[in-house]
């Protein structure tokens, strides 16, 4: 593209030029393990063999790099796979890493339980406490801080901009994994950090039928790391998973804009509710970090959590009461989602720092209408 299209036109257009040999509007499912070589060595355009690149990945990598903004874009067959190779390009043993005290369970398990044995050590700390931070940072060994805004499932807003000048100030790789917001809400280069982590299996897909992860990374040496190792280990996307999330990507704009406007009717309805103790949704004025959500993100996405009065029982039952709501894992598709962390996404981290108390359910709010998922929770509720 010549001209420096708008986010809603990338959305649909980085990367997806029409086939040459038939015109086809979209870029095919190039579902081969191999591709014939003219003469020996002598590619005919520019691909061996999939492991190392398919033209349905690039197709999709192409569109990555361009809706983060960022230089070179790569995708994985999972966000822990995307993570995995990350950490991987970056550390060796004896480094340190920092990370938010409410990430992703998935990635506190990946850093501590595979990273650590082969000797990388890590701290987790309250990232929106940049005191906390700078003081977690040791000189010399810690070589990446990892953030996560809005973190999960507390939805707490850490600042990027900030996070990223204490990281870099320290000489570090600050990483922020941009999955709850989507790159339609929330930008993280743009703020200074170097390295973007997604796993598309939420959002960007949408329609919860394809895991998928994602790195876009600026620096040119970091990304020739990354991707040799995709090479080399081989935790690639399939040509069929990546052609999906690019179609899924397509409405990431629109799918967003309803996601946070049912998001935000229904914490304001929640809101009011005396058997909900707390409603976690940055779109909220009393949010800890509304002020900051709105300087750094252009929507408060369709993640909302709340806590029960009535403890873990109240929690449960709620969770389980819903019909429209299922009960599953997972986030981010256009279907609506309850998860109890305690014992579901978050069960990782039971008995460390990280553990999510148990009277709490997360939400994903997806697409539906307003009217019949408000109904659907009204139901699950205690009666007022
Ligand atoms: C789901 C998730 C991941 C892991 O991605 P997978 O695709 O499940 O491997 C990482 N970070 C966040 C914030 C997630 O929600």
Request: charged share 0%; net charge neutral; aromatic share 10%.
């Given at each position: 593209m010549a001209r420096k299209h708008k986010f809603d036109t990338v959305a649909i257009h980085a990367g997806q030029a029409f086939d040459p040999t038939t015109g086809a509007v979209i870029p095919p499912?190039?579902?081969?393990s191999t591709f014939v070589q003219e003469s020996i060595g002598e590619l005919r355009g520019g691909y061996e063999y999939s492991r190392g690149g398919n033209p349905t990945r690039t197709a999709l990598e192409t569109l990555l790099a361009a809706l983060e903004g960022g230089k070179h874009g790569l995708s994985f067959a999972s966000g822990l796979a995307a993570e995995d190779t990350l950490l991987r390009a970056i550390l060796s043993p004896g480094d340190h890493i920092v990370l938010g005290n409410d990430v992703y369970g998935g990635t506190h398990r990946l850093i501590e339980r595979v990273h650590g044995p082969w000797g990388v050590r890590n701290t987790t700390v309250e990232m929106s406490d940049l005191r906390a931070v700078e003081q977690a940072i040791i000189p010399g060994e810690t070589k990446v801080l990892w953030v996560e805004?809005?973190?999960?499932?507390?939805?707490k807003i850490s600042d990027i901009a900030e996070l990223a000048d204490i990281g870099h100030r320290a000489g570090l790789v600050v990483v922020v994994d941009n999955t709850f917001a989507s790159p339609a809400l929330q930008h993280p280069l743009a703020h200074g950090a170097d390295v973007v982590v997604h796993s598309t299996t939420k959002y960007l897909g949408g329609h919860s039928d394809v895991l998928g992860g994602a790195l876009i990374i600026n620096d040119d040496e970091l990304a020739e790391k990354a991707r040799f190792l995709q090479f080399a280990a081989g935790p690639v996307s399939a040509p069929l998973d990546a052609w999906l999330t690019i179609r899924g990507i397509k409405t990431l704009s629109v799918r967003m804009d309803r996601h946070c406007s049912n998001a935000q009717a229904i914490a304001e309805h929640l809101d009011r509710h005396p058997a909900i103790s707390a409603v976690y949704y940055p779109g909220l004025p009393g949010h800890p970090g509304h002020e900051l959500a709105k300087q750094q993100m252009s929507g408060f996405g369709g993640m909302i959590s709340i806590a029960f009065a009535g403890g873990a029982k109240a929690a449960r039952k709620f969770a389980e009461s819903m019909t429209l709501f299922q009960l599953a894992e997972s986030l981010g598709g256009v279907e609506s989602l309850v998860n109890y962390p305690s014992e579901m996404t978050h069960a990782s981290v039971r008995g460390t720092a990280l553990e999510v108390p148990d009277n709490v359910v997360r939400l994903s709010v997806g697409i539906e209408d307003i009217a019949d998922l408000i109904d659907d929770l009204d139901r699950a509720l205690p009666r007022k």
């Open positions: 499912i190039y579902q081969t805004t809005p973190s999960n499932p507390l939805m």
